[in-house]
């Protein structure tokens, strides 16, 4: 069993477990279970196979890409195993710690609206990042201090980066 | 003869390089203008000259009227093409052209003026018969004046910005409660958009499709519509899907519409191109006018797929001085077609702009499809400017073979590096209810849940099978093969393995 971050390039990032026994792998996320397994080259070069459920599936490999059933292209950026520690559930990995405000989206932080030390209310806003013209405002997901702050505004942030920590 | 030598396209992306088309089919030059963001962009490439107007925000570039006439003079064009969105529909703008000598490829200042705002637009429908959704006059002032209102003519109403455009600040009130609770809050919203508060109340038509009608008009009084174009897949009031035409009008329908919009034209003298924008409702078949947008519309490429007129260039030739050149009797429909807007959006994040590289694409082609982009595999898509990188048509002799030619195009079209609505669309195509043409304006909006679901399962898919590519190991897989493949370095190799390949070697 691996814990498992997938980097997508385009900023997104999965938390999966991954467990590999002989073609089958069972992988485990926030959004549940799926058993992949493995069958091996396609017919041509740089196709792979793998059934899901009854259901076959085809990546091909171009260009640094991988192609889903010849239509859905996406690209990982990298696959990091994430260190786990003793008596840390997967689930309390995938969604973060309790307190971690994330970024839901990749933009540029426009203003932070509360400074280090500030107590804050639940759905109090804490800062707001900016995609393409329109300002996405990110709230407090619960009452607390303001512990660490870890962007500035002007900043770019990813999906999944550490915005802000309350405790 | 081409009507201009140069013309110059004051604005950029997919809606730049479709213009140049057009200008350089008719034998004339095409002008670009970039910002600092789109240096390396298609647009600049395609053009036969460019000129830099400012840094990226487009208030200092393709907002600064002043900057696209200078360049416009520095190239010595004759005609300014203002494209969508940006300048197209401001009667300042043109006037500048005109005052600089040179043609403005849409209405005149003058025809512009004679509709300004949306509450214009409703003014003229009343006085030429076009019909227009029951309401207010003119703003209305206060917040008890619009309950007043809002009981009369019967919940549910929309709150609009009288002043507003591209969907924002349209809100739909169901009772009374709702209306008061969004007063204020629209007030404020139209104050800091669009620099007016002033805000009106139509009733809301019953299960509102919105169809719009492509009026066509010349100098000299004659006009024509190319039919209309079906716009009510849409989120957040803007549009994502269209086709042509419509699955909801019958012939009789249609002609309702073609008179209604060319008694609005003629009202006000309009000439060029221009949009009639109607909600209409399949219940009640009432239609309601909305506004006229005043330029080339992002979707006229599925009406000149069905008519086979060149909206672009006709456009030209009538700005130019030149006659209708075919009547409304001439003109004729032949097949349907669909266009799908392609925006660097996510989907699953409530349609945020996704910026960025694109690092990897492949168009469609073939049988049906045609593709207008502004962009390339290595372009940047700026977080400055609308979203829409791309526009793919789709045609077919009748809906369901469009639809067709229409799943295999967006499988077919991959666009690497940004996020994009492909795969939603790509749900939409299997919906029954959209192959069916049930739908309303509100589709989107209803089948979010459900959309979503789906699209979670397939990044679901797409992350534990890309676990699996690199666990496995397989990304490394064939690399060696792909080098180690031994490539003749002599021409006379090359001829020694096809002359042993070919039959006739043996004779």
């Not at chain 1, 405002?137 to 802000?164: C, F, M, N, R």
């Not at chain 2, 009981?151 to 349209?170: F, L, N, S, T």
């Amino acid at each position: 069993m691996k814990l498992l971050r997938v980097y997508m390039d385009t900023g997104e990032t999965y938390v999966v477990s991954y467990d590999q026994k002989d073609n089958k792998d069972t992988i485990k996320s926030e959004e549940g279970e799926m058993v992949v397994e493995f069958l091996g080259k396609g017919t041509r070069e740089n196709e792979y196979l793998f059934k899901v459920g009854d259901q076959i599936h085809s990546i091909t490999l171009d260009e640094g890409f991988l192609i889903l059933d010849q239509e859905e292209e996406y690209k990982v950026d990298r696959v990091n195993e994430l260190p786990v520690k003793e008596g840390q559930s997967i689930e309390e990995l995938m969604k973060g710690k309790e307190g971690e405000v994330l970024s839901p989206l990749q933009g540029r932080v426009v203003v932070v609206r509360v400074k280090e030390g500030d107590a804050v209310t639940k759905g109090q806003p804490l800062l707001s990042v900016e995609a393409m013209k329109s300002e996405t405002i990110i709230s407090a997901p619960i009452a607390g201090v303001i512990e660490k702050i870890a962007v500035k505004p002007g900043q770019g942030v990813k999906k999944g980066d550490l915005l802000v920590v309350l405790k | 003869m081409p009507p201009f030598g140069k013309v110059l396209v004051s604005n950029r992306g997919e809606i730049a390089v479709r213009v140049m088309k057009a200008i350089k089919e008719m034998g004339m030059k095409a002008v670009a203008v970039y910002s600092e963001a789109d240096k390396y962009a298609l647009h600049v490439k395609y053009a036969d000259e460019a000129y830099y107007i400012g840094p990226s925000p487009s208030i200092e570039s393709y907002l600064n009227i002043q900057r696209i006439v200078d360049a416009a003079e520095k190239a010595h064009a004759d005609a300014v093409h203002p494209g969508y969105g940006f300048l197209s529909e401001r009667a300042d703008f043109a006037e500048a052209v005109e005052k600089a000598g040179m043609t403005f490829i849409g209405p005149s200042s003058e025809v512009i003026n004679r509709v300004k705002s949306k509450l214009d637009g409703k003014r003229v429908a009343k006085e030429a018969g076009t019909p227009i959704a029951p309401g207010s006059d003119g703003p209305v002032g206060s917040l008890d004046e619009a309950l007043k209102l809002a009981e009369r003519i019967g919940y549910p109403v929309m709150v609009k910005a009288a002043y507003g455009g591209g969907g924002i600040g349209i809100t739909r009130a169901d009772n009374a409660d709702q209306l008061m609770d969004i007063w204020e809050r629209n007030k404020r919203l139209a104050r800091e958009a669009f620099g007016r508060p002033d805000l009106y109340i139509e009733k809301a038509a019953v299960r509102p499709r919105h169809i719009e009608t492509q009026l066509i008009g010349d100098k000299y009084g004659s006009y024509a519509v190319a039919f209309e174009r079906e716009c009510t897949i849409q989120r957040r009031n803007q549009k994502l899907i269209e086709e042509a035409p419509s699955p909801a009008l019958t012939p009789e329908k249609r002609q309702e519409f073609i008179e209604a919009s060319v008694r609005f034209g003629k009202r006000i003298g309009y000439f060029a191109l221009g949009t009639m924008e109607f909600a209409y409702s399949d219940v009640t078949k009432d239609l309601y006018f909305l506004e006229l947008n005043k330029r080339l519309q992002v979707e006229h490429g599925i009406t000149e797929l069905i008519t086979g007129i060149d909206l672009v260039k006709l456009q030209i030739r009538l700005v130019a001085g030149e006659h209708l050149p075919f009547t409304q009797e001439e003109l004729k429909i032949r097949g349907h077609a669909i266009e799908f807007r392609i925006n660097a959006e996510d989907p699953l994040n409530n349609f945020t702009g996704s910026s960025g590289y694109v690092t990897y694409y492949k168009e469609p082609n073939g049988p049906n499809v045609r593709l207008d982009t502004g962009i390339e595999k290595g372009s940047w898509v700026p977080p400055f400017y609308d979203s829409l990188v791309a526009k793919l048509m789709v045609y077919g002799e009748n809906r369901a073979r469009a639809i067709e030619t229409g799943r295999r195009a967006l499988r077919d079209l991959k666009i690497g590096g940004v996020k994009t609505v492909i795969p939603l669309y790509k749900l939409i195509m299997d919906d029954e209810d959209y192959q069916t043409g049930n739908f309303t304006t509100a589709y989107i909006a209803d089948k979010s849940e459900i959309f979503v679901k789906k699209l979670k399962e397939k990044e679901m898919l797409k992350t534990a099978l890309a676990a699996s590519v690199y666990n496995r190991g397989l990304m490394r897989g064939n690399r060696t093969q792909e080098e180690g493949t031994a490539r003749p370095k002599s021409a006379w190799k090359t001829y020694g393995v096809q002359a042993q390949a070919n039959a006739r070697v043996m004779w």
